[in-house]
């Protein structure tokens, strides 16, 4: 395993969270108020919408080097999205599993072989969101099931097509943008079958 660059080491003091009062609870989110002293020894209130599930991005490759998207009606930003497979799964189970169900809830999918490949922070300056990625092939399809408000729909494309309009800005959902990227940076350094990596790139 590779040694951590110096730079990476945390500088300056922590945030000190005082004290902390729940405003809002349901059966996906908290937020809670926070009495705090920043970094800089001010101190501040602090809201923070904490996630009772992990978030799931499946990222399914064909042989041929093509993906599938969902697209949905999203209610928070009032658009259209089109997305790679995604969800959440709760904290206390394997997030493989929650990502299998996901990818056949949504996508009508199974596959052969898992990969997990990311593992960030979303929009962490309020939340304390994590999504954990996987790329998934050796693809088979099994009927769909998804969540009773979900309607949606689905679209085969070659994957430098996906990764192209996420670059135009089309695909602005960001766990989607993450995926594509680092399975175009993997398909470049030859960490997926060549085979794959050929037919990704075109």
């Known amino acids: 395993m590779s040694q951590e660059p110096g730079w990476l080491r945390p500088h300056g ?6 004290s902390e009062r729940l405003v809002y609870d349901n059966p996906w989110i ?3 108020e926070h009495q705090a002293v920043a ?21 399914p490759l064909f042989d041929d080097g ?3 998207l969902v697209g949905q009606h999203r209610f928070a930003h009032r658009d259209y999205s089109w997305e790679i497979p995604e ?19 949504e996508a009508g999918l199974e596959a052969a ?4 490949v990311m593992k960030v922070q979303l929009s962490n300056a309020i939340t304390d ?9 050796g693809l088979s399809p099994v009927p769909t099931d998804p969540d009773e408000t979900e309607e949606l729909a689905l679209v085969r494309v070659p994957f430098r097509e996906a990764l192209e309009a996420a670059l135009a800005g089309q695909l602005p959902d960001v ?28």
Do not use: C
């Open 129 to 137: 969101e994590i999504a954990i990625g996987y790329i998934a092939t």
């Open 13 to 18: 003091e922590p945030w000190k969270r005082v």
């Open 66 to 68: 093509s993906t599938v």
């Open 30 to 32: 908290t937020v809670t």
């Open 113 to 116: 072989q898992w990969l997990p």
């Open 39 to 59: 970094p800089t020894g001010k101190s501040a209130i602090y809201g923070v919408v904490s996630f009772k599930n992990l978030a799931m991005a499946v990222l």
């Open 87 to 105: 969800g959440g799964g709760p904290r206390d189970v394997d997030p493989l599993e929650s990502a299998k169900r996901e990818l056949r809830e």
């Open 175 to 202: 766990m989607t943008v993450a995926m594509l990227l680092r399975a175009y940076h993997m398909a470049r350094e030859r960490a997926l079958p060549d085979a794959l990596s050929r037919a990704m790139l075109g």
